[in-house]
């Protein structure tokens, strides 16, 4: 049974996407289709926080794409050595948060470690850290839509027809996609299963009237696709 995710696919230590090799293990075929693109912003802004963490009681990454904005801010000029020679022990004095499992892999390469990605999601986490410290934001990237993404759809349909569910990972690539899928869906739109990663995206697509058939317990591989495999197989469970 083929299964649609939209997001970027990342291969992991074994060269192969968690979340394709997790469906896989309950004989789901997934396919990714990548729907947004991100632009940074602000990073002048962010390194000078960087350099001053006595300034702050902690960090949160909010998504593996903080994550890289941090990198790039470490690759400029001095940045790395003065991280590594300082700044990065200073911080780990500090709480480092994140959302999810993916992202805390990604901080802890850059020598961080963290907590709350357990929370589950960033509402569970919102609430851990508030009860905790007061917060500064810094946007540091924003999204648009893939260039690729109404190729890549119309590729996929055509090749392998209507999927027996599609995935959303976030609010806005279910804005970036939602009309090429109607239109390439058809009449056929009802008998697609519609999957969130999180509540926050499943609310999304309530919104736009669509019904949810599963949200993941959590943003894992894991937890995704045992709610896919209850979706599409109700009566095996």
């Not at 959302?99 to 963290?114: C, D, E, K, P, Q």
């Not at 599609?166 to 999957?195: A, M, N, R, W």
Request: net charge neutral; charged share 20%; hydrophobic share 35%.
């Amino acid at each position: 049974m083929k299964v649609l995710l939209l997001k970027d696919p990342k291969e992991d230590d074994c060269g192969q996407d968690p979340y394709v090799r997790e469906l896989g293990l309950y004989g789901l075929e997934a396919t990714l289709i990548p729907v947004l693109s991100f632009e940074f912003l602000s990073l002048p802004s962010l390194s000078e926080k960087l350099s001053h963490p006595e300034g702050y009681g902690g960090l949160i990454f909010t998504s593996p794409r903080a994550v890289e904005a941090v990198e790039r801010c470490l690759q400029k000029d001095t940045k790395a050595e003065v991280w590594k020679k300082s700044l990065k022990e200073k911080w780990n004095a500090k709480s480092v948060y994140v959302v999810g499992n993916a992202t805390a892999s990604l901080v802890n390469r850059i020598g961080l470690h963290t907590e709350g990605e357990t929370c589950g999601n960033a509402e569970k986490l919102a609430e851990y850290i508030c009860s905790r410290i007061p917060l500064e934001s810094v946007t540091v990237y924003q999204t648009i839509p893939h260039p690729g993404i109404q190729g890549n759809l119309t590729s996929y349909y055509t090749q392998q027809g209507v999927p027996a569910s599609i995935t959303f990972f976030s609010p806005s690539g279910l804005t970036h996609s939602l009309k090429h899928i109607q239109e390439l869906s058809g009449d056929s739109i009802g008998q697609i299963k519609f999957v969130a990663i999180g509540p926050t995206t499943a609310q999304a697509l309530a919104a736009q009237g669509l019904p949810v058939s599963c949200t993941a317990e959590s943003p894992t591989p894991r937890a995704l696709a045992a709610g896919i495999r209850t979706t599409l197989q109700p009566h095996t469970c």
